[in-house]
């Protein structure tokens, strides 16, 4: 990524972090995105605590096993928005066993299209409000 897009993205971050702070009540969910994975958690902002956290890797290491023969079934190639889906289930489920029900959602400076908005309908979808 070029410089000037690390730094637009940057400058976007800082203005959406200026509105956008969870507390215990209502703690942020925020995203992170790179080429290949994506990453949520769920953060209270007062105590600077993450609370709950899920990422696209556990079904990576999953394929790499079925790879190597060590499952018997073969399982499919997942598309990058499937993932982001399947993340945000997860990533519900894990809140709601916590005790969290609603959340702020802070889309981390990127567009809130594609695999950032599949992973929050997945969570609303998981019982989450935001």
Do not use: C, W
């Amino acid at each position: 990524m070029s410089n000037y897009k690390i730094k637009r993205r940057e400058k976007i971050k800082a203005n959406i972090r200026k509105k956008v702070s969870g507390t215990a009540e209502k703690p942020r969910l925020t995203v992170f995105r790179s080429n290949t994975q994506i990453y949520a958690q769920i953060i209270d902002d007062v105590k600077g605590v993450t609370l709950v956290a899920a990422s696209s890797l556990g079904e990576v290491e999953k394929d790499s096993k079925a790879a190597k023969g060590e499952k018997a079934e073969a399982t499919k190639k997942i598309t990058k928005s499937q993932q982001a889906a399947n993340v945000g289930k997860q990533l519900a489920k894990a809140a709601l066993d916590a005790g969290i029900n609603e959340v702020v959602f802070d889309r981390n400076g990127y567009l809130y299209h594609g695999r950032v908005k599949q992973l929050a309908d997945a969570a609303r979808e998981g019982g989450l409000k935001f």
